[in-house]
Every structure is written in structure tokens, then in C-alpha cells.
């Protein structure tokens, strides 16, 4: 029986810079999969010439509603070519803050037994933050789990984590006064330094619940779902 360890991260402010924003700073409403691969790579201690292997899979669990502000700032830059006065300037910046986010998060695969035991004891090897390093947070509530596979043939799912829409056949369910949002682009592999390869959209609750939908069936899926006493399903990718 595979098991998986769960860690919540809160605070007050989270950004998670869209790539293709430049004279403003939008942020995507959630963490994304690569910042939250750098995370956990933060506690165990990988630099940028080590990372999580392929096989490692996390998930993540809204607990609160998303909430976004915009705020101008005085941001510190600096210009890629010359010197002298010009070579730094302070620029008046409008930035997308999260605002209060509470995540679940779940991860299995390689060190799991380390990363359980650093985040139990409180340590990490590099701060863990939220986005931005203005944006501090501390792992919390930590558990070690079991799951199991969800059996195969079920055409309905209930799951309580975020799920990449390649995953959702047709449209989920919108019963009870619940909402459906779609984030794209998001980077799907980090390769090492500032190289990337991939990206997937993602469906989510943007009130933090469920969502309830027929999962597709897809060949050599880079997701799968698993039950997990106490958290029901919960989506890995």
C-alpha cells in the first residue's frame, strides 16, 4: 500500500507570478505545480542542479476561498545592459496579491520518509514561501497517510483537490450553488534553471470545495487518483 505525506501551508500573502505578464504582475490564483515542487526541493534541500524526480507526484487542496487584491508598489529593478546611474531604478508596479490562501497538500514518491520527519521536526534546509519570498510560510499538520487506487470503472468522482481538466470527462457538476473555474498555462516541468517544458490547465472550486465529475479515460495519463482515509480522493500529478 502506497502512502502519501499531507502538510497544510497558509498565510497572508501568497503571489505566484504569471510568466506572461511584464508591465504588471498577475498571479495565478493558486500555487502551482512548479513552486510547489520547489517547496518541498526547499525542505529537503535541492539546489537547482538537483530536483524532484519524474516519478514524485503531488496534489493540492484548496481550504479557502481564492481571493485576489491589486496593489501598486514601489518595486527595485535593474537594467540588463549599462552602468552608472541608470544601472538600477525603483518603478511604481501593479501586483496581483492572494490574499489569506489555505492549501492541503499531498505528496508521494522518493523521500518521503525524510520529508515527513524534516517537516515534523520543523526543519528545512531553505526557506518556504508562498510564491515570493515576501510571502514566508511554515508546513503545518503534518501526517503520513495511506491510499489506495480509486477502482477502476467508477464514472463518477468526488475530488477534493484541484484537477488538471485532461483529467474531468465532459462537464462537472454544478449542483447545490457550486462553481467551476479553469486557470491555463500553468508550467508543468521544471527542467532545470530557468527551462520549462509543458503546461496544463487545471480546474478547481474557487469557493475551496470539491469537485464532482466523470473522470476520462486517457492512455499513459501523467495523473492518477487515489482514496485517502480522512481526505476522500484526492488527484496526484
Not at 11 to 38: C, E, K, N, Q, V
Request: one cysteine or more.
Amino acid at each position: 500500500m502506497s502512502r502519501i505525506v499531507a502538510f497544510d501551508l497558509r498565510g497572508s500573502l501568497a503571489h505566484f507570478r504569471r510568466p506572461d505578464t511584464l508591465g504588471t504582475h498577475a498571479s495565478y490564483p493558486f500555487i502551482t505545480r512548479t513552486a510547489l515542487r520547489g517547496l518541498i526541493g526547499a525542505v529537503l534541500g535541492l539546489d537547482g542542479s538537483e530536483l524532484l524526480p519524474a516519478q514524485a507526484r503531488t496534489g493540492l487542496r484548496l481550504c479557502s476561498l481564492v481571493r485576489t487584491v491589486a496593489q501598486e508598489l514601489s518595486l527595485h529593478g535593474k537594467k540588463w545592459t549599462g552602468a552608472g546611474p541608470n544601472e538600477s531604478f525603483h518603478r511604481p508596479t501593479a501586483i496581483e496579491l492572494v490574499v489569506n490562501p489555505h492549501y492541503r497538500v499531498y505528496y508521494t514518491g522518493p523521500r518521503l520518509d525524510e520529508l515527513a520527519d524534516r517537516l515534523s521536526r520543523g526543519q528545512s534546509v531553505y526557506h518556504t514561501y508562498l510564491g515570493s519570498a515576501f510571502c514566508l510560510t511554515v508546513p503545518e499538520r503534518i501526517e503520513v497517510k495511506p491510499t489506495e487506487p480509486v477502482p477502476a470503472g467508477v464514472n463518477r468522482l468526488t475530488c477534493a483537490t484541484v484537477v488538471p481538466s485532461a483529467a474531468v470527462g465532459g462537464t462537472p457538476n454544478l449542483s447545490n450553488g457550486r462553481r467551476v473555474a479553469r486557470v491555463g498555462g500553468l508550467l508543468l516541468d521544471h527542467l532545470g534553471g530557468r527551462r520549462f517544458r509543458g503546461t496544463v490547465s487545471v480546474l478547481y472550486d474557487p469557493d475551496g470545495g470539491p469537485l464532482t465529475f466523470a473522470p476520462a479515460e486517457v492512455a499513459d495519463a501523467f495523473w492518477e487518483f487515489r482514496q485517502v482515509p480522512g481526505e476522500g480522493v484526492v488527484c496526484l500529478w
